[in-house]
DNA sequence: TATTGTTATACTCTATAACTATA
DNA sequence: TATAGTTATAGAGTATAACAATA
């Protein structure tokens, strides 16, 4: 199930990968892993991604839709069938009776921490063949990508740290 | 429809993110790229993801369902509607009457020349936050993080360089 | 009137199982 | 008998449009 070769990109002309062409194999090397983890836990990337951003968040059905990238009736169905599964609860919101908010149950969060756990052991063997030199290196450059990219666009890197839960008002 | 946030990983505690939080995060920016260009030619990623395999390949069937990873009666399903937008076509085999190669249409080749050219123009527009110095750090790292792993599976990072397609057989 | 969430509907993507035609 | 491909069927995931309840 998991994508080995990145397909779009790398036409394969040149003896050495361009960096938009490693990346691309990278993502989908890194989005493989965890499409392969979440699926040993029966769980595809969509709910996967439902339960990781519901760790740090009590979110409303519309708040969800947003941090998924999602139209509003995508996450009715996402939320059903993960509420049929026991991993989530819908609650209704006392601040605005036409809202509801959506919770991890503990049997959902211990999947998703399960799933987490798998995900980073999986992409950390993937490093392993590195010097640490180059880790580090590596952690930094993207770092510094990652955050500037996110300070570009106004974006909360670290969203939960300051203030607790609904960030994105 | 571009993923945002990384979701899954990066439960955030810290102020510094981890290598595998980053790999994280950078997988899903790239792959939301690739979504939204994919998305402006009116293709899905699978699409996109089936062009790209056919732009170096004539194969049957068969062979692009272990490609792509997918069940042969997935991939039915993939080409019939690719080939109903005239992207790809039927040949029959001449060789075992039983197997029918797929191949990209000019109009094929053209789309995915086109998804192609903008996933390497938006790609390249993340990276223009990096100094060149770094950019070229990352390109020498992620090279050899990829180069390693492939080796490591006996896989073949450059399938079209020297023989002629059909490499996985 | 505007917003929140659900429902109805339709299409893509995916798999399993059964089938046809060839080998 | 085994392999290549398709069909039938089922389910997840997604969107648009229409709706009910609440603001």
């Given at each position: 199930m998991?994508?080995?070769?990145?397909?779009?990109?790398?036409?394969?002309?040149?003896e050495?990968?361009?960096?938009?062409?490693?990346?691309?194999?990278?993502s989908f090397a890194v989005h493989?892993?965890?499409?392969?983890r979440?699926?040993?836990?029966?769980?595809s990337?969509?709910?996967a991604?439902?339960?990781?951003?519901l760790?740090?968040?009590?979110?409303?059905?519309?708040?969800?839709?947003?941090?998924l990238?999602?139209d509003k009736?995508s996450?009715t169905?996402?939320?059903?069938?993960?509420?049929?599964r026991?991993?989530?609860?819908?609650?209704p919101s006392t601040?605005?009776?036409?809202?509801?908010l959506?919770?991890?149950?503990d049997?959902g969060?211990?999947?998703?921490?399960s799933a987490a756990?798998?995900f980073?052991?999986?992409?950390?063997a993937?490093?392993?063949v590195?010097?640490?030199?180059?880790r580090?290196?590596?952690?930094?450059i993207v770092?510094?990508?990652?955050?500037?990219?996110a300070?570009r666009r106004?974006?909360?890197?670290f969203?939960?740290s300051g203030?607790?839960?609904q960030?994105?008002?």
């Amino acid at each position: 199930m998991a994508p080995t070769s990145a397909a779009l990109p790398a036409s394969g002309e040149r003896e050495q990968l361009s960096l938009v062409d490693g990346l691309a194999q990278l993502s989908f090397a890194v989005h493989g892993v965890l499409e392969s983890r979440a699926a040993d836990l029966d769980l595809s990337v969509t709910q996967a991604r439902l339960l990781g951003v519901l760790r740090d968040r009590l979110p409303t059905m519309n708040e969800l839709a947003r941090l998924l990238g999602l139209d509003k009736s995508s996450v009715t169905g996402l939320v059903d069938r993960a509420e049929r599964r026991g991993l989530v609860a819908r609650v209704p919101s006392t601040e605005d009776k036409r809202s509801v908010l959506v919770k991890l149950t503990d049997e959902g969060r211990d999947l998703v921490a399960s799933a987490a756990g798998g995900f980073a052991a999986e992409v950390s063997a993937l490093l392993e063949v590195l010097p640490a030199s180059d880790r580090e290196a590596l952690a930094a450059i993207v770092s510094r990508l990652l955050v500037a990219n996110a300070a570009r666009r106004g974006l909360d890197l670290f969203p939960a740290s300051g203030s607790r839960d609904q960030s994105t008002r």
